[in-house]
């Protein structure tokens, strides 16, 4: 049978809004109004460099769900697996998000509590969703959320599995979520069934007591795991406009680790959604290529560098413009101002 998706993806869909430019939340009387989600950040990316890909979600039905779904469409992201909750209460979850600028931090609160996405199960979808898939992703912040989003993404993990499909899992570690002990005991449970692994070196270390340098971490999760894949960015902040991003791959059966320049001094305009934009170019590149690293690490930096550049969460990122990103990057000759 062929497989109809390349990438399928639990996770919230959500809401954000934002004071324009610089402004404060606390004294903003307009707001921006974009839509994100790790998970969604991830297909999105995906299916923009020209891979099919859905999302698996639980979303109000009523028009702020509606204009959920749109957003989800216009990023080419199938609407197959969006389940409608029409119960009163139905909400999506929202965050607001304001920038930063030096000495000043960005900073995030969330409005997510009781939303839509807690009320999924599994037994809201067919069982030919298990059959359709290369690739199912998902990430810490979705078992955060809660029991039943915890039981579907544990579930979905094992069945697809079964039928074969690459795990993937971005431990997406956020301390207003739960706390870390929560996040060791749960991530090493579901780990078993992951060959894609997204890891932090901070949260190797403060969060699973890993120890060593980000090499030994990685290679200890792939041998105590099974890991196919393990991969951790590597992000310079040297302030909240000025960022160096680039990460590691290693590969188990290879036993090799995979690493290239970080692409340095980005000029930040949005820094949210870059790691997701990562995952997804790292994803693209393994199930482009047949598993090759090389590929996946280049088409991450890039993704996840240039991710930094574009406002909201979702990157708008096509194949032609991240393959002319890294030829550029890798270009030590002349280098042109403009694309023209």
């Not at 009163?88 to 998000?97: E, Q, S, T, W």
């Amino acid at each position: 049978m062929e497989n109809q998706f390349d990438v399928l993806a639990l996770g919230e869909i959500l809401l954000r809004l934002s004071p324009p430019g610089n402004e404060r939340i606390v004294r903003s009387s307009t707001f921006e109004k974009r839509m994100g989600g790790a998970e969604l950040n991830v297909v999105s990316g995906i299916s923009l460099l020209g891979l099919r890909t859905g999302i698996i979600s639980r979303i109000p039905a009523h028009t702020v769900g509606m204009f959920a779904r749109n957003e989800v469409r216009y990023s080419k992201v199938s609407d197959d697996y969006l389940i409608y909750d029409r119960d009163p209460d139905a909400r999506l979850g929202v965050y607001y998000y304001e920038n930063g600028a030096y000495p000043r931090k960005p900073g995030v609160v969330y409005d997510r509590k009781n939303t839509s996405i807690n009320k999924i199960s599994p037994e809201d979808f067919p069982d030919e969703i298990y059959e359709n898939c290369r690739c199912f992703h998902t990430s810490g912040i979705t078992t955060a959320l809660g029991e039943n989003c915890r039981r579907t993404a544990i579930h979905m993990m094992k069945r697809f599995k079964e039928k074969g499909a690459l795990i993937s899992f971005d431990v997406n570690y956020r301390a207003n979520l739960w706390s870390g002990e929560e996040a060791r005991k749960c991530v090493e449970e579901l780990l078993p069934y992951v060959d894609i692994f997204f890891c932090s070196e901070d949260t190797a270390r403060l969060t699973f007591h890993k120890e060593g340098t980000v090499r030994e971490m990685m290679k200890e999760f792939a041998q105590e795991y099974d890991l196919s894949v393990v991969a951790s960015t590597q992000r310079i902040v040297h302030s909240p406009r000025r960022h160096t991003f680039g990460s590691i791959l290693y590969n188990k059966k290879e036993d090799r680790y995979y690493t290239d320049d970080p692409y340095e001094n980005i000029e930040v305009i949005d820094r949210i959604g870059s790691g997701d934009a990562y995952v997804s170019g790292v994803l693209y590149g393994l199930l482009c290529e047949d598993g090759s690293c090389e590929k996946a690490l280049r088409f991450g930096n890039a993704s996840g560098a240039a991710k930094n550049t574009i406002p909201g969460d979702v990157t708008s990122l096509n194949l032609k413009e991240v393959e002319n990103i890294i030829k550029e990057h890798e270009n030590q000759g002349f280098h042109t101002e403009m694309e023209r």
